[in-house]
């Protein structure tokens, strides 16, 4: 499978603890995007890389996320000290241009659920 | 952001054509309009994308009015494997956001 993949799919977790999910994106994408979607909504944007620059942020993003793309190829989201409110999916996607005329590959995500 | 409008909901009767509807006035010269979908429990998958000219390809067509301030994706026989959320998106020009603005879309039946 060539498509963009997550890791876990699931992750269940007491409050407080912190958790780390992985993105692949598509092979030679140089363009990363991580979003989260919380249920009867659409993805809402967290942030942006190309290559292992995060480029852009999203105010979403608050000091307990951090994101890494060390070698410009996988990237990881952590979130510290999980509150119940970040419960949601976690989704990756990756494209290889930048501008409006290209698309985008999403994964399947990660299911978050804070306990 | 550029925002953009669907009904909440519709519904289509199976191996009948679809036509899903997308207001954006607000809408930039430069601003290509992107369609996705997402089946329950998966993540987005991309359907088709255009900036003026209609849009075809093996899974819909992407039909724009003259003045950009609308857009209609096309299904042409809807299966119940098209039963999904659509979304409708502007990507703006470079330099203005590289990222996706998801509203929420419209949720497709397919009834049988």
């Known amino acids: 499978d060539t498509g963009v993949s997550q890791n876990p799919r699931h992750k269940i977790t007491k409050r407080g603890q912190n958790v780390t999910f992985r993105c692949d994106p598509i092979?030679?994408?140089?363009?990363l995007y991580w979003y989260r979607q919380t249920l009867g909504q659409g993805p809402e944007f967290l942030t942006y890389f190309q290559n292992e620059a995060q480029l852009e942020k999203s105010r979403l993003l608050s000091d307990r996320f951090s994101a890494e793309r060390p070698k410009g190829s996988f990237s990881t989201l952590e979130i510290q000290r999980t509150e119940q409110g970040d419960s949601a999916m976690y989704l990756c996607?990756?494209?290889?241009?930048?501008?409006?005329?290209?698309?985008?590959?999403f994964g399947q995500g990660t299911r978050l659920t804070v306990v | 952001d550029a925002k953009t409008t669907q009904p909440n909901s519709m519904e289509s009767n199976e191996e009948e054509p679809v036509h899903l509807p997308c207001n954006h006035s607000?809408?930039?010269?430069?601003?290509?309009i992107h369609w996705y979908r997402q089946l329950p429990s998966q993540g987005p998958e991309y359907v088709i994308h255009?900036?003026?000219s209609n849009v075809n390809n093996r899974m819909a067509s992407l039909a724009i009015a003259e003045d950009r301030k609308s857009s209609t994706l096309i299904l042409h026989r809807a299966t119940l494997r098209d039963a999904a959320v659509y979304y409708c998106?502007?990507?703006?020009?470079?330099?203005?956001?590289?990222?996706?603005?998801f509203g929420t879309g419209t949720s497709l039946t397919v009834i049988p």
């Open positions: 998106i502007l990507r703006m020009a470079p330099g203005t956001g590289n990222q996706f603005y």
């Open positions: 255009g900036l003026t």
């Open positions: 607000t809408i930039s010269g430069t601003d290509y």
């Open positions: 996607a990756s494209s290889s241009r930048q501008g409006p005329n290209t698309e985008a590959f």
């Open positions: 092979s030679e994408h140089n363009r």
